[in-house]
């Protein structure tokens, strides 16, 4: 008998591609510099489900440095089959303020130069997909001029 449990090994359990607007710059605020960057939409393709993220989400952004930034994001993904999955996204990017500078100009930095990491959390009524109101999760990001990707991990 170990007297520690079983570290955790990490799943993959989807990929989101998604596509994102302009952001409205709010400015400097006590907790950062605040943005919302509206969601337009995208793709959801993984082992355990597939479809598409629902326009009408948005990423609420507190930079707080020239090389740190807080991500809280909330979406909707649709299944192929219909049901709906409620999305917090939570995480942060840092990177050089060269490489940040550049994202925030549009232009591509390999996303390998950054940490942009998350904790989803998910809701959902559907009945095959419970699993995912009572586990925990990891996700890595990556910022591209009109779209973020993102790979979420369930943590076992």
């Known amino acids: 008998m170990s007297l ?6 990490l799943e993959h359990i989807a990929t989101l591609r998604v596509q994102v607007g302009a952001p409205a710059e709010v400015g400097p605020a006590p907790h950062g510099h605040r943005r919302i960057i509206p969601l ?3 793709t959801v393709e993984g082992p355990h ?3 598409r993220i629902l326009p009408g989400g948005a ?3 507190s930079i707080r440095s020239a090389t740190f930034t807080e991500i ?20 942060i990017r ?4 060269e490489d940040i500078a550049a994202i925030v100009r549009g232009e591509t930095v390999d996303p390998n130069r950054l940490y942009f990491r998350t904790t989803p959390r998910f809701e959902t009524a559907a ?4 699993w995912l109101n009572t586990h ?10 009109d779209r973020v990707e993102l790979n979420f991990y369930l943590i076992r």
């Open 4 to 9: 520690y449990p079983t570290p955790p090994a």
């Open 94 to 97: 840092t990177g050089t303020a």
């Open 40 to 42: 337009l939409g995208g």
């Open 136 to 145: 925990l999760f990891v996700g890595t990001g990556a910022r591209y001029p």
């Open 72 to 91: 809280h994001a909330r979406y909707i993904i649709e299944t192929d089959q219909g049901e709906r999955i409620y999305v917090e996204n939570t995480g």
């Open 59 to 61: 990423d609420y952004q």
């Open 49 to 51: 489900f597939k479809g």
């Open 127 to 130: 009945e095959k997909f419970q």
